[in-house]
């Protein structure tokens, strides 16, 4: 079985910095991490190579730092990696940052799976899988909490809704979008990080994957960011004291002005 897991840079702390001008995310390699939910893709497709046999190779776009974390996913037990890294891609929008990912998946061996995380922890649309699996014309199946049964040519899987969960059967090729309940990463192994410094990753950049130059990067974005700023943080506590009845009548009141 070979899979693809999309691995997104994000940034290691809650300090997220916007560009005021932009409007986007400032993205300087430092403090960066795999985004959780893809540690959990990746331990997914290492666990689905080692019952089927096959090849694990992890695709991002980001810039040339996001290196370092697809050798860190190698030294997990992904195979290689190839990093889509160019100006041209830059300022992309979830439709753009899809369409880049699909020319990228079109330049690797053909996959039975696509794996990526259900969200990003910075970003947080849960858009990327979805928009990936239609720019590819392959069926996906979202917020995956358990592979119940794997096999060559199909997935069944319990997903995770809003009034519930779902059992579902999936033909592949398709993808899927993974939770954190799917499974417990592994650690590197001495080996695993070893292999991680001679394995390849490759980078590609907008001509060497063919994308189309008006459909990726902020000109091929669909969407504009008019406006991005950091919320106010403002903490105003009072205490109320007296008898329960009191209080909540008090309380009552105090909603009422607020609203
Ligand atoms: C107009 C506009 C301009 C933007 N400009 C910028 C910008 O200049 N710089 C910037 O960093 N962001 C920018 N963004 C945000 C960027 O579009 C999103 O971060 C990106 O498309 C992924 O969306 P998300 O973070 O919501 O991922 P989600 O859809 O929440 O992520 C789900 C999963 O998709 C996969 N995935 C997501 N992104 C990637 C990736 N890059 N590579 C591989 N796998 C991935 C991962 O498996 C991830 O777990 C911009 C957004 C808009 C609307």
Redesign the pocket.
Known sequence: MNII?????VPSTNEVRL?PE????I?DGRQSVI?P??TH?IEAAVALKEKHGGKVSC????IPATERLLRDAIASGADDALL?TDRAF?????Y???YA?ACGVRKMTDPDLI??????V????????PE?ASQLGIPFLSDVTEIIESAEDHLICRCQSDGGSMVARMELPGLI?VTRELNQPRFPSIAGIRASRQASVVSMGAQEVEADPKLIG?SG?P???VKSYAPDKETKAQVLNGPAATLSQTLLAMIKEAK
């Open positions: 897991v999309c691995i997104k840079q560009d932009k409007h986007t995310i993205r985004n939910f893809d893709g695709l991002s776009m980001g889509l830059a300022g992309a929008d979830t753009a940052t899809a990912l794996i990526c995380g259900k969200m990003a910075d970003g947080d649309t849960a858009q990327i899988g990936l979008t902020l974005s969407t504009r960011v």
